[in-house]
């Protein structure tokens, strides 16, 4: 009895020491804030709702989408998704910079192939992958002229994505990319 409780002890412990090292270390992987007072991490996760609606001027469509873009690498990169439903002859999709309601330059792209995609009865993966500052267009933007002002505008709202059709040359459906928390600000204050 002495022997197997020990064991249990030991067990219970082992797993107690391996769950302190391995989740902060999932925490980072998957896109969750985290820092602490050795070696600060800041990641940030964007889940956004693609529509014609948010398009400038709005676009009456059927399509719509959704994207997850994650900060990762301390801010040097970004990971993304982007998924798309009922929804013809897409051109390209990408990143532009611009606050809700007006339009602005593509910054980063996503996906450009001569070859149309489409998904006309239900959901497909557009594009999925990673950016760094390697993929930046830092000529389409006085503003963002560097890895830096992407991560500033990000961050402070001033970007969306959208994905372009045949149809809609100048996009079918968008969403701004706002974080995550600010998300669940609103949503706290509207539950008042």
């Known amino acids: 009895m002495k022997k197997t409780s020990s064991i249990v002890l030991l067990v219970s412990l082992a797993i107690f020491v391996a769950s ?6 999932l925490a980072q992987h998957q896109g969750h804030e985290r820092s602490d007072t050795h070696n600060a991490i800041h990641q940030v996760v964007f889940h956004i709702d693609l529509t014609g609606s ?16 994650r900060l990762i690498d301390n801010g040097t990169a970004i990971q993304f998704r982007v998924i798309v439903c009922d929804i013809v002859n897409v051109t390209a999709s990408h990143i532009h910079v611009s606050a809700a309601g007006t339009n602005g330059p593509v910054i980063i792209p996503f996906f450009t192939n001569p070859r149309l995609f489409s998904s006309p009865q239900g959901c497909k993966t557009l594009a999925a992958g990673t950016r760094t500052a390697a993929d930046l267009n830092t000529k389409a933007s006085p503003t963002i002229t560097s890895w830096d002002d992407f991560v500033k505008a990000l961050l402070s709202g001033n970007t969306y994505i959208n994905v372009h059709t045949t149809a809609n040359k100048g996009g079918e459906i968008r969403g701004q990319l706002v974080h995550e928390h600010e998300n669940e600000s609103e949503n706290e204050q509207g539950d008042d």
Do not use: H, K, R
């Open 20 to 25: 302190v090292q391995v989740v902060p270390a």
């Open 54 to 69: 948010q398009q400038v001027p709005g676009v009456t469509t059927d399509a719509f989408g959704m994207a997850t873009v």
